[in-house]
């Protein structure tokens, strides 16, 4: 029964963004008679901004404890947010709001990506880390995303302070 009860709390509200597309992964531990472990590289895009895509990359625990998905994975994340088109803000949003949400273990453990605005230099800011129930991570990412014109079209550069709560 406590075990249903922390599932369900830590389940919360649902991730921010879709599930993110597997680009790749690579081995990097053989293991005999189970799954490698493995870095996975991952994209997402972002759910409130237009144009905007990050790619991730995270370790992916195998043996018999990553194959039936009860390892705990490691806090080792990298980051990399670009402008892959015209930048456009579909509502107003929070400094730090979860652009991305993912469980790193069975309970306890979730990767988050926040996103945020620095308005003086007109750039959102996107931060990944991971964090327990209990204790937090301090391993993180960050990647700075500047919003630029795009294209010969593109004549207008919103602000992204203007949309910040």
């Given at each position: 029964m406590l075990l249903l009860v922390l599932a369900?709390?830590?389940?919360?509200?649902a991730a921010a963004a879709d599930?993110?597309?597997?680009?790749?992964?690579?081995?990097?531990?053989?293991?005999?008679?189970s799954p490698n472990d493995?870095?996975?590289?991952?994209?997402?895009?972002?759910?409130?901004?237009e144009g905007v895509a990050c790619h991730?990359?995270?370790?992916?625990k195998g043996g018999f404890?990553?194959?039936?998905?009860?390892?705990?994975?490691?806090?080792?994340?990298?980051?990399?947010?670009r402008q892959i088109g015209p930048?456009?803000?579909?509502?107003?949003?929070?400094?730090?709001d979860d652009m991305f949400r993912k469980r790193r273990s069975l309970f306890f453990k979730k990767m988050q990506i926040v996103r945020g605005c620095d308005a003086k230099r007109n750039v959102l800011v996107y931060m990944v880390y991971s964090d327990r129930?209990?204790?937090?991570?301090?391993?993180?990412s960050t990647s700075s995303v500047p919003i630029m014109p795009w294209g010969a079209d593109d004549s207008t550069v919103q602000k992204c302070g203007e949309f910040i709560q």
């Open positions: 369900c709390v830590q389940a919360g509200p599930e993110p597309d597997l680009i790749f992964r690579r081995s990097t531990v053989f293991k005999w008679l493995k870095l996975a590289t991952y994209g997402v895009d972002d759910p409130e901004v991730f990359t995270v370790p992916e404890k990553g194959w039936i998905g009860v390892a705990e994975e490691v806090s080792d994340i990298s980051l990399a947010c930048i456009r803000f579909k509502e107003k949003m929070g400094q730090g129930l209990i204790e937090g991570s301090p391993k993180n």
